[in-house]
């Protein structure tokens, strides 16, 4: 084979690996939220989104202060919800574009039900550098871009080998040794999940109650 047929093979490859690589991305997804929607309910998926979506909206208005990175980025929720099988705990993400104070990054972005009510608090941060991704330094990677790394980085690992919800994905993330729980025990775990929730607003009044007492 000729120098320029093996640079036409090579290409030829190339296009065919990145198509599989795109169609696996988009089948990913696909069974994610089909055994998601599947152990939740189409209008608890729906109503999930919404309430977590204006969770974070408030958390920007009432100015608390794990809302600073937001507000010195491009943010969106990514519409894709991760439910265990019993539908009372979802993970879900947040993505940040870069700008001169912030990286791009995504967000781990956790929901519990607790009581029938549903509470949400934020995870680790995944920061992604662009040139790690074919562009220049110190530009933003758009949502689409985002999305399709937050297949990998967060949601991986989401289905079983068999294609079924994977109840240790979510032990490692709601039943890890970080939460200082040694008992094992639900109702422990719910206790310091809320807390988590009431911390951001304590804090919160904590520096309403200073600016009230400035002159």
């Not at 094992?184 to 009230?212: P, S």
Request: with cysteine; charged share 25%.
């Amino acid at each position: 084979m000729s120098s320029q047929g093996k640079s036409l093979f090579l290409l030829f490859v190339s296009f065919i690996f990145m198509a599989c690589q795109e169609n696996r991305k988009e089948t990913d997804e696909i069974l994610y939220k089909e055994k998601s929607v599947k152990a939740s309910s189409l209008s608890v998926y729906n109503y999930v989104f919404k309430i977590a979506n204006d969770t974070l909206k408030n958390w920007i208005i009432y100015d608390l202060p794990i809302t600073k990175a937001y507000k010195v980025s491009n943010w969106s929720l990514d519409d894709l919800i991760c439910f265990n099988k019993k539908a009372d705990q979802c993970i879900m993400c947040i993505y940040r574009q870069y700008n001169e104070q912030v990286n791009n990054a995504l967000d781990y972005f956790y929901g519990i039900k607790i009581k029938n009510k549903w509470y949400f608090f934020s995870g680790a941060t995944v920061y992604l550098f662009s040139e790690n991704y074919g562009k220049i330094p110190k530009t933003a990677l758009s949502f689409s871009e985002l999305h399709e790394i937050a297949l990998k980085e967060v949601y991986g690992g989401y289905l079983t080998k068999d294609g079924e919800i994977s109840e240790d994905f979510f032990k490692d993330h709601f039943e890890n040794s970080g939460w200082g729980i040694t008992s094992g025990k639900k109702e422990d775990f719910e206790r310091v999940y809320l807390e988590k929730v009431n911390n951001n607003w304590y804090w919160a009044k904590k520096d309403t109650l200073k600016e009230k007492a400035l002159p």
